[in-house]
């Protein structure tokens, strides 16, 4: 029967302590770290066996490390101030970024576009009035630059950014600016806004009639921005309300083209074909059309219980066929089946 190990105080010498047999589970590898802890002498040794054997050797703390698949103590990955153990990776794991994200401050390119442009540089009025106007116009708007001079209107005026001011004088267009603080006459000029950024117009739910004379109801989204703002201003009278329009005349077409199966299945290739006919007629407005998607396609009640008695009908026929090719491989295998020779 094997005896335990036990600890001895370090004045005994090596002579003295008796060698037990110890069998091989109870063998154990400590760090040197907790056996070198206020002892002069190991505290953990491994007795040989009764036959004669030497001890084995005192286990050092690079074996637990090795043993244990760790690394030494100073090379094992720390938490930094604030984070757990298993914030740090390492032992404890823990999920790690590949990609350390860099935020840079953005470039006038990255915000926006310029447009800015002069279409006519000599844009003052051949007459006395105008002239007189737009003399008028300038001194009351030195006056109204004035902070405290609440009477004469203020000639700075501010183009919001993703925006484009569009200048007219006299009621016709001669120069687009970009965003900041702009100069004015304040009685022969006048600054219009133009939003440029991406914007998205949902299109209102539409009937439309497949091929085969099912009604379906289609809602739509269509995305867009304005890469002429001069023809967007000036061309037409409501560039939103047009494109609308545009695109349920459109959906009534093409949906009109195809069966019910088609318009199911590809729903991506429809709106693709809606959006090349829309972009060709909105970049004469001076739009530009990022995408076009179909958003739902609703279904009649009747229809939606026929298709769903279809599919259940289709899966009921596929599970019977399943059925009847495992009972003829059951009759074609019942003679080869060992326990039909007892």
Known sequence: MSNPIHHRPSSITVSERNLVDTPASATQSYPSSVANTNMSAPAYEQQGTSSGKAPLAEPTGQDFFNNNNLGPEDERPRPTDGATSSDAGGINGGFQPTHKMTVKPPAKEDLQRSYATVVEENANPKGWYGTMIN??????????????????????????????????????????????LVKINP?????????????????????????????????????????????????????????????????????????????????????????????????????QVESMLIKDIIFSQELQESLSMAAQSKRIGESKIIAAKAEVCCEFCSPLCPMNFD
């Not at 209107?153 to 004088?169: A, C, E, H, I, R």
């Not at 023809?231 to 069966?259: D, M, Y």
């Open 135 to 180: 003399t008028a116009g300038a001194i009351i708007g030195t006056i109204g630059a004035i902070p405290c001079c609440i009477i004469c209107p203020n000639p700075y005026k501010s183009v919001n950014q993703g925006n484009v001011g569009l200048v007219t004088k006299f009621g016709k267009f001669y120069q687009a600016v970009d965003p900041g």
């Open 187 to 287: 009685l022969s000029e006048r600054l219009i806004q133009v939003d440029v950024k991406i914007q998205i117009a949902e299109v209102p739910q539409q009937t439309c009639m497949t091929k085969d004379n099912v009604t379906l109801h289609l809602t739509s989204v269509i995305y867009y921005h304005i890469v002429a703002p001069h023809k967007a201003a000036f061309g037409i009278s409501n560039v939103r309300q047009a494109l609308i329009e545009r695109t349920q005349t459109t959906l009534r077409h093409v949906i009109g083209a195809r069966i019910l199966q088609d318009v199911i299945e590809r729903r991506e290739e429809i709106a693709q074909s809606i959006g090349e006919i829309i972009e060709d007629v909105a970049a004469g407005w001076g739009v």
